[in-house]
Structures are given as structure tokens and as C-alpha cells.
């Protein structure tokens, strides 16, 4: 792998004509190696994007797997009486994988060409510092919860709801692996939040490396799994950021089927008001704490609450699904 610009080499090698490798880092060398091993950008860029959402998403999923396994973790359960079962867990697996390979895999052609007519940085080294990829990724962070909470209130209208994003909502206590549980067109209109925010950063900025956009995907699905896992304990992000929204914000929006709306952030829903109904919730439960009510009459307590939340839950999809042009029967 020299910095020769013999025509002998091949065209990938040809981009790297002007490369000192002896400058680059440990990750920037195995980047450049991957994509003149792979000798065919498209392909490279296809590759590792699948091989990434892959890595990332799954493995995020195995410690949540394996908790939901270890009864002595149930104590941080929000809805404690919900334990995903084998045969749940299998059946969402095997759902979100058929997607991944007949969907995703199949429109993953299309971006490479796109980051050429945004003009994305993807083969080129040196990749960029973390003084630039953080702002970057924070504002794609704010882009998407901004986006996803208009995209998915307009998920829960009747018709929309009933033909897409009804089968996300098919787990009312959601774990890891119920994060991309989702109808091909929700993963479109939703992902769209995901990849319009560096694709417009970077045409109106230009400057975006394909990295950053790596990083961001990385803590996005993090993000999402996580949001999905059932668990709220009491080192979790939104203890720390109180304005992050994690499993306690959207196991509520799967229980209870109206409010929180948002991904990553609280503040859509605080400032719209789609978070009355879970700040009543987070309320009573709340004052329970302070009145002094023993463990297992909390726990009672919280049973009750979780249960009438998902009866209302349950009556508020019915609503959703009997909207028929215009009207919204209710029963
Ligand atoms: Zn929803
Ligand atoms: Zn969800």
C-alpha cells in the first residue's frame, strides 16, 4: 500500500494516491485498507453501513436479553408483570431481521450514490476530530427528535395507524428488540428523521464525513433500543440528563398508547402538551413515594396504575382504529 499513482493500481488505490499512510491512525489506516480491500466504494460503503446497523443493533440487544432473563433485575421493570417470553423475543427477531435483509440490504445501494449528490465524505482519510463530529452529531440528534415527533403523532392518525404503525404497538410492555418491530413504511418515514439530518447538514454545509454520521446511527440505535427496553434504573441516562426521555418516557407512550410522541428529548412533548396524561401518571406515583406507604403497597399500587393505564391504552387504540373517513367512532 504505497502512495504510488501508478495506473497499475486500481481505481479505489487511485483515490489514495495522495494518502500518506504513515500519518494516519490506527482507525483511519483500517478504513482506508477496508475500502481498497473491498476495491469498489459502493460496495464498501454498502457493506459496512449494513454490517454496522447490524453489530449495533443486535448487540445492544443481548445485555436486555439476558436481563430480562435474571429475575433480580424485575424490581426495575416498568411494567413488572410483562416479561417478554422466548418465544416473543424469537418471533420479533426473526420479524426484524427478514425486514433488514429484504428491505434495508436491498435499499442500501442507493447510498452510496446519494452521498455523492450531497458530496459526503465516505473512503476519504483522515477521518474527522471529535471537536467536529460532536456539534455534528447533537444537531442531528435535535433534527430527529424534532422530526419523529410530528412524523409519529401523524402514525397515531386512524388510517395511518391502522395500516403502519399499528404493528409497532403490538407490544404494549416493549423490550430491546421491539425497537425496529415496525411496518416497512414506519421504518421509511421514521428513518427518514435518521438520514435527512446529516444529508441537509451536508448539503447546506458541505464538510459532513461519513463517520459522524456512524457515530450518530451508533447512539440513535442505542438510543432506540434502549427507549424500547422496559427498564428504568436508577443510574439510567434520564436520572443524569433529566431532559433525555429513555425506556421511562416511551414504555409509557406503549402502555398507555397517547402521549410521548418524541425519541430522544422531552421537550416536544412538554412544550405541546402531549406528556398531561404521564405527568399525572409520574404524579401520583410520586406522591405514593412520599406518603410513607410500605414497598409492597407501592408495588400494589404501581400494579394498579400500570393495569388502568393499558385499559385505557387499549380503549384509545380502538378510537384510533375506528376512524373511518373523518369520523372517529368511538365502540
Ligand atoms: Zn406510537
Ligand atoms: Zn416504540
Known sequence: MS???STAYSATAQLYANTDFSKLTWLEFQWASFYLWIDNPIIATGLMSFLLHEIVYFGRCIPWIIIDAIPYFR????QPGKIPSKQEQWECTKQVLFSHFTIELPAIWLFHPLTELVGLATWQVPLPSWSTVIPQVAFFFVFEDIFHYFAHQALHWGPLYK????????YSAPFGLAAEYAHPAEVFILGTGTLAGPFLYCAFRGDLHIFAMYVWITLRLFQAVDAHSGY?????????????SGAEHHDFHHMAFVNNFSTSFRWCDAIFGTDDK???????MDAAKKSGMSMQELAKLEQRMTEEAAREGVEAEKVAESYTYGKTKVQ
Open 3 to 5: 502512495n504510488s499513482t
Open 232 to 244: 428504568d434504573f436508577p443510574w439510567s441516562l434520564q436520572h443524569i440528563l433529566p431532559f433525555w
Open 163 to 170: 395500516h403502519i404503525h399499528k404493528i409497532h404497538h403490538k
Open 278 to 284: 404521564y405527568r399525572q401518571y409520574r404524579a401520583k
Open 75 to 78: 424490581k426495575w421493570k416498568l
